[in-house]
């Protein structure tokens, strides 16, 4: 079955971390890219970090840079996200997203948002507390 299963959220106070994980099934998970999208009601979606299983090059928007890092184990089939020195403002419902390296436009690192393209898991709830 076809499928990305999250986990790993839960409260932190902040400047706490925590570390979700993405195990992917039934897929080449080696011809995938790999992406972290969190939301916060009435917020647009935000890509926090990702990653090339291809070649490895990885992306992390401005707020997370010196505080969160991706990975990706291969032979697991699993995508990690370790988050450190954790905000109020991390606060959110964060999916991996997993697409086609192929399907990621030229320049980029990060999938296209486009979910037809893209499969995603059910979302792992992080929230920080002051």
């Known amino acids: 079955e076809v499928g990305l299963v999250e986990s790993g959220g839960g409260s932190v106070h902040a400047g706490g971390s925590l570390r979700l994980s993405c195990v992917a099934s039934g897929f080449t998970f080696r011809d995938y890219t790999i992406g972290w999208s969190r939301q916060t009601p009435g917020k647009e979606p935000e890509w926090v970090s990702c990653i090339s299983n291809r070649d490895g090059s990885t992306y992390y928007t401005d707020s997370a840079k010196g505080r969160f890092t991706i990975s990706s184990d291969i032979a697991k089939n699993t995508a990690y996200l370790h988050m450190g020195t954790l905000k109020p403002e991390d606060t959110a419902v964060y999916h991996c997203?997993?697409?086609?390296?192929?399907?990621?436009?030229?320049?980029?690192?990060?999938?296209?948002?486009?979910?037809?393209?893209?499969?995603w898991g059910q979302g792992t709830l992080v929230t920080v507390s002051t």
């Open positions: 997203v997993a697409t086609p390296s192929a399907y990621v436009r030229s320049g980029n690192i990060c999938p296209r948002g486009e979910r037809d393209l893209e499969l």
